[in-house]
């Protein structure tokens, strides 16, 4: 009895990426661009990456009950948390360690220490272009700490006192400037 | 927050509501988006490029691993003259040219100064096979 097949084989992984629909291509892209967030990364090489680590002989494999946007997207979350590692070892010293505000103030109240964990020095250096970004935002800002923090919309909402309106506008504000800013090579 | 891996955490929940937010865009409001920010075929465009140029990288290194497979197994065959470094092949095929057994055709390619390894290698196999040097790089 052959045993059931539980991953795409090369061949198999390379048609089923040829046909993905132009959406698909597009979603792909635009997710690559946030999970590259705080990585170095560019969106396109963290997509480009993840189809390359896949077709390696020894690399992750996508299974075959699993749709291969969702497995790519999961890639490119495992491989820019890799990278992650990478980039903070690069960065100049006290880059992310001097922000302020209602972000830092939520994100981390507490002090970093001189050897900071790498998460936290990524994260506060994004954290210094979101301040900028949306220091005059304050709906935005509600927004990401939400994200953050896990809080209902409800919650998020009631914070900043926004209707379901408001609340879906500010939400694409800060995805579309999130997108702008950091889904090139230039940016952290 | 307490300590790195927390911050970690709230990076990713940070991405994924960004990621449940794409997954909530229908097609059409996707493609709204990406025609605000340009061309939409073109955008497609480049993310089939893209692809295709990690199938092709992939092929690449496959056959770069293979060769060197194969030029690692084939190099236990070869004669000891032929794996030693290339300043040594270059000056045993110098001292060779000056032999009155090298084939006179031969000398002048031996004696060019800007011979690759390949050359070399070349020089060499034609000498071994002529039997004028043994698989020890000595003459006969």
Redesign the interface.
Same mark, same amino acid.
């Given at each position: 009895v052959t045993p059931k097949k539980t991953v795409l084989d090369g061949p198999e992984f390379i048609a089923a990426l040829r046909a993905l629909s132009p959406t698909d291509r597009l979603r792909l892209r635009k997710k690559a661009k946030y999970r590259a967030l705080g990585s170095g990364m560019e969106g396109d090489d963290l997509l480009h990456e993840a189809v390359l680590r896949t077709l390696e002989e020894d690399g992750r494999k996508c299974p075959t009950d699993v749709a291969l946007p969702i497995y790519l997207d999961n890639a490119m979350r495992s491989i820019a948390d890799g990278e992650r590692a990478k980039y903070k070892r690069e960065l100049p010293d006290g880059v992310g360690q001097g922000q302020d505000g209602p972000l830092a103030t939520a994100l981390d109240p507490a002090p970093s220490p001189a050897d900071a964990a790498l998460a936290r020095i990524v994260l506060a250096e994004v954290l210094d272009s979101l301040q900028q970004s949306f220091g005059d935002d304050p709906q935005a800002l509600a927004v990401i700490i939400g994200d953050i923090e896990e809080w209902s919309a409800d919650d998020v909402k009631d914070m900043e006192g926004m209707d379901d309106k408001q609340y879906a506008a500010a939400r694409k504000r800060v995805r579309r400037a999130i997108e702008r800013k950091f889904g090139t090579r230039e940016n952290p | 927050?307490? +300590?790195?891996?927390d911050? #970690?955490q709230? /990076? @990713? #929940?940070? $991405?994924d509501?960004? !990621?449940r937010? $794409? +997954?909530a /865009?229908s +097609?059409e409001e /996707?493609?709204e &988006? $990406?025609a605000a @920010?340009g061309d939409?075929e073109k955008? !497609?465009n480049?993310?089939?490029d893209? $692809?295709e140029?990690? !199938?092709a &990288?992939?092929g690449r #290194?496959?056959l770069t691993r293979a060769r060197r497979a194969y030029e690692a197994v084939t190099a236990k065959d070869r004669p000891k003259v032929m794996q030693l470094p290339l300043s040594r092949k270059k000056a045993l095929v110098t001292k060779f040219a000056d032999s009155s057994r090298f084939p006179e055709k031969l000398t002048l390619a031996a004696r060019n100064a800007d011979n690759t390894e390949a050359d070399v290698d070349g020089l060499l196999q034609d000498l071994l096979e002529l039997g004028i040097v043994d698989d020890e790089g000595n003459l006969r």
């Open positions: - | 927050m307490s +300590d790195s891996k911050a #970690r709230k /990076l @990713d #929940r940070l $991405v509501a960004l !990621i937010d $794409v +997954d /865009l +097609d /996707l493609t &988006e $990406v @920010d939409v955008a !497609i480049q993310v089939k893209l $692809v140029s990690a !199938i &990288e992939s #290194r496959r």
